[in-house]
């Protein structure tokens, strides 16, 4: 499927590597305007707008922590300073801090709380107003095969995913009078450098339970979200799609 989003401008959290980085060249080979954020990479950033920028595409690079509203606030700003509209907001960022929950650190519980969920809220509560001035915009929310199954050693990460859907279908009757809509992936076992970290019995164990007999490329989420930012999905929200594969089934 072939999608124009020129004029568009859209903001993915999380964007210089994985599905992050994925996200970004599929919205910018769509035509779109494209800001992302990154925490630490300063390098791969500034890479990415220069080949995105040689590309003839309009880019916009952002530091911040998702877990800071103020920071939230401060990008959406900046992506309305820049471009006036923001038109399609991508919630991407996470982290994992895994571990049997006996063991399991209030520190670590936290820590992805406040990315993966909080970041959420954060970035979501910063657009509220702009779409619904606009009276139109896309959020498309990543969550996780396992906020739907749950995993063990990750509740945290599965409590956070799972709050994503929950949020987005809330946030999904909310907005939906102003024609934004509101709709989650939930990939399944992606090839990341997140999941490259996994034991090769883990990453086989998941592999068995895939019916597809393949883990997911990036840009194969990547296809979920720019269809679900695409005008064919003008009258899909609260949904969930999953691409896993048929992990979840």
């Given amino acids: ?16 590597r994985g599905i992050g980085r994925a ?28 080949t995105l920028t040689d590309q003839g595409v309009e880019a916009l690079a ?7 509203m103020d920071a939230a606030q401060a990008t959406v700003d900046r992506v309305l300073e820049a471009w006036e509209t923001l038109d399609v907001l991508v919630n991407n960022a996470g982290i994992t801090r895994d571990g049997l929950l006996l063991r ?19 970035f979501c509560k910063a657009a509220y107003r702009p779409m619904m001035r606009q009276r ?30 929950g949020f987005s279908k809330s946030l999904a009757k909310e907005l939906g009078s102003r024609s934004v809509t509101v709709n989650v992936v939930a990939p399944g076992f992606v090839e990341t450098d997140m999941t490259a970290e996994l034991s090769d019995s883990a990453q086989e164990a998941m592999l068995d339970a895939v019916p597809l ?12 979200v720019l269809y679900l930012a695409s ?14 594969g048929g992990l979840a089934m």
């Fill in 62 to 68: 952002i530091q911040g922590d998702v877990a800071e």
């Fill in 104 to 122: 399991l650190q209030e520190d670590d519980w936290d820590a992805v709380i406040e990315t993966n969920l909080k970041g959420v809220f954060n």
């Fill in 231 to 244: 005008p064919a999905a003008d009258y899909i929200t609260g949904h969930v799609l999953h691409v896993d």
């Fill in 213 to 224: 007999g393949r883990p997911a490329r990036p840009q194969d989420v990547a296809s979920g």
């Fill in 1 to 16: 499927m072939q999608v124009n989003l020129s004029d568009q401008s859209v903001l993915v959290t999380g964007g210089t």
């Fill in 136 to 165: 139109g915009g896309k959020i498309i929310n990543i969550s996780s095969v396992v906020g739907v199954t749950g995993n063990p050693g990750q509740t945290n990460y599965a409590a956070s995913k799972a709050g994503i859907i």
């Fill in 23 to 50: 996200l970004v060249d599929a919205f910018a080979e769509a035509g779109a305007r494209v800001a992302f954020t990154y925490r630490s990479s300063s390098d791969a950033a500034d890479e990415l707008v220069d």
